[in-house]
């Protein structure tokens, strides 16, 4: 099973300094949801890993996250594409779980969901915790200059790298599966050509 592992809020949704939560405040980052579904049409399986603190604060409900939820699989699904599954943190900084990135706890549930060898799967996300417990299980770390990821100077881009020097830099979520795709066809031996009707994103 070929899996990526998706951070939420600043990889496929536009961040909000003040939480999203709402579906109408759910807004996808250019190129995202087409992105998905590449990898999608490539044989790859998408989940979602994401911290959302938002209910432990009480900023939102459940139905709250369900409705948001229910509009990223419809805006994917108009493009065709797919979330397989949504894994998230609902707790806060302080409550001392171990399912809260950058501890390995949420994609240590995701491994033994499906069965597979984490170090074969790609993790995807625009902040230093996504990339700290990608490597905590020995996935492959993958930052994207999204979200918050897209003030950085630098200076702090290199910090990142620095503490995850394993990490590869991509500029937003469509360059990640151009280039994952591109690799995946170069070790096939297949041509470079663009793999589908998405390859011009």
Not at 28 to 38: D, F, N, S, T
């Amino acid at each position: 099973m070929k899996l990526v592992i998706l951070d939420r809020d600043g990889t496929i949704n536009e961040d909000r300094d003040d939480y999203v939560k709402s579906a109408d405040e759910w807004v996808p980052v250019p190129g995202a949801l087409e992105a998905i579904a590449r990898l999608n049409h490539a044989g790859w399986h998408t989940v979602v890993a994401s911290n959302q603190s938002g209910l432990a604060r009480g900023l939102f409900d459940m139905a709250a996250l369900n409705a948001i939820h229910a509009r990223m699989n419809r805006e994917l699904a108009e493009v065709g594409g797919r979330i397989d599954a949504v894994f998230f943190c609902p707790h806060g900084p302080d409550d001392g779980c171990r399912c809260r990135k950058p501890l390995p706890g949420m994609f240590e549930t995701i491994g033994e969901r499906y069965g597979v060898d984490l170090a074969e799967a790609h993790v995807v996300g625009d902040s230093l915790r996504d990339l700290q417990a990608a490597a905590a299980v020995g996935c492959v770390p993958h930052f994207v200059q999204t979200g918050k990821a897209s003030r950085l100077d630098a200076a702090e881009l290199a910090a990142v790298h620095s503490a995850v020097p394993q990490a590869k830099i991509h500029a937003d979520l469509a360059a990640f599966v151009h280039d994952l795709l591109h690799d995946e066809r170069v070790e096939r031996g297949d041509s470079a050509e663009p793999d589908s009707v998405f390859g011009a994103l």
